[in-house]
């Protein structure tokens, strides 16, 4: 079924100039960016988007990651969205990443891993609105 997902191609892949190189990955891969923004996350927007980590030992260092500069948020559209993208960004650990994927060719440790995915249709869902309002989704097709 069509789906739609919220990505982030996080500081380190935006530092190393790989925004094009991964959301060609995303397009050739079958999903269609239908909204996108740069931007540089405050303090304030990263712990709320990562609100469900707020006990993790890991929190702190991710929320400081991910305001180290800035960031591109995209919603991307396509058949099984979710799914599929989390296939081509491959395991959260680069370490654990399938060779060939956005993370083993992109990422160098767990915090600088490249990109973020949803994890299911309810993150999505949440994540996709705490980016974008419904005006900023083009539709396609
Ligand atoms: P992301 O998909 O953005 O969701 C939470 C992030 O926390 C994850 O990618 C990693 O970059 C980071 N992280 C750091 N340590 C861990 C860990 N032990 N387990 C899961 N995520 C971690």
């Given at each position: 079924a069509q789906e739609r997902t919220l990505s982030i191609i996080k500081p380190d892949a935006v530092a190393k100039d790989a925004i094009?190189?991964?959301?060609?990955?995303?397009?050739?891969?079958g999903l269609s960016v239908v909204a996108a923004r740069m931007m540089?996350?405050?303090?304030?927007?990263?712990e709320g988007f990562y609100a469900e980590h707020r006990e993790r030992p890991f929190f702190n260092d991710l929320v400081g990651f991910m305001t180290s500069g800035p960031v591109v948020?995209?919603?991307?559209?396509?058949?099984?969205?979710?799914?599929?993208?989390?296939?081509?960004m491959g395991a959260t650990n680069p370490k654990e990443a399938a060779a060939g994927t956005i993370r083993a060719d992109f990422a160098s440790s767990?915090?600088?891993?490249?990109?973020?995915?949803?994890?299911?249709?309810?993150?999505?869902?949440?994540?996709?609105?705490?980016?974008?309002?419904?005006?900023?989704i083009c539709a396609r097709g």
């Open positions: 094009g190189d991964i959301i060609s990955r995303f397009e050739k891969g540089r996350l405050t303090r304030e927007q990263a948020v995209q919603v991307l559209e396509g058949d099984n969205a979710i799914a599929k993208n989390r296939e081509l767990i915090d600088a891993n490249a990109v973020h995915g949803s994890d299911a249709p309810e993150s999505a869902e949440r994540e996709i609105h705490y980016f974008f309002g419904d005006a900023e």
